[in-house]
């Protein structure tokens, strides 16, 4: 956890100086992301909640998500990471929110996304998503990459601002 709380330091550090707040949407990295960016002290000045999406059950019940507000876009996708993020944004009225969705493996996923995929968002006063293919199935690692990726890109736009 070391290496994201560092990077999560400097995310909250900068937050807290601009007086912005995020709000998280996960499911392959498991929480990962979120915890980061709690064990941090004074997160409460910028962390506004999340949660792990990992099911459909999950996206209906807690993003609030239709099946007919996804119909067309698959999970595992820069699209459905980005709707995930400007939604939990939205519903928690961060300034940003930021969002993963993959498979972190020993398998891929029902898509056809092997293990190691994940896509990446975030939203806000700038939107940007990506893709990340890690070429291995290991299930923790993939779970500290996709997190570690997830908190670079909000770095990255971060930055852009």
């Given at each position: ?5 560092t ?15 995020i ?18 002290p ?18 209906r ?13 698959r ?6 990471a ?55 199935g ?17 770095e ?6």
């Amino acid at each position: 956890m070391n290496e994201l709380t560092t990077l999560a330091e400097a995310l909250g550090t900068l937050l807290k100086a601009r007086k912005e707040t995020i709000a998280v949407a996960e499911s392959s990295a498991g929480g990962l992301i979120s915890a980061a960016l709690l064990a941090v002290p004074g997160a409460s000045a910028y962390f506004l909640g999340g949660g792990v999406i990992y099911t459909q059950a999950a996206r209906r019940g807690l993003l609030r998500l239709s099946d007919e507000s996804v119909k067309g876009i698959r999970s595992s996708t820069e699209a459905y990471a980005l709707l995930k993020a400007r939604t939990i944004r939205e519903l928690v009225g961060a300034t940003w929110g930021l969002a993963e969705t993959g498979a972190s493996g020993p398998t891929g996923n029902r898509y056809g996304d092997a293990a190691g995929h994940a896509c990446l968002a975030v939203a806000g006063p700038i939107e940007r998503a990506v893709t990340l293919e890690t070429g291995h199935g290991d299930r923790e690692k993939n779970m500290w990459a996709f997190a570690k990726r997830a908190l670079e890109l909000l770095e990255t736009s971060l930055s852009k601002r």
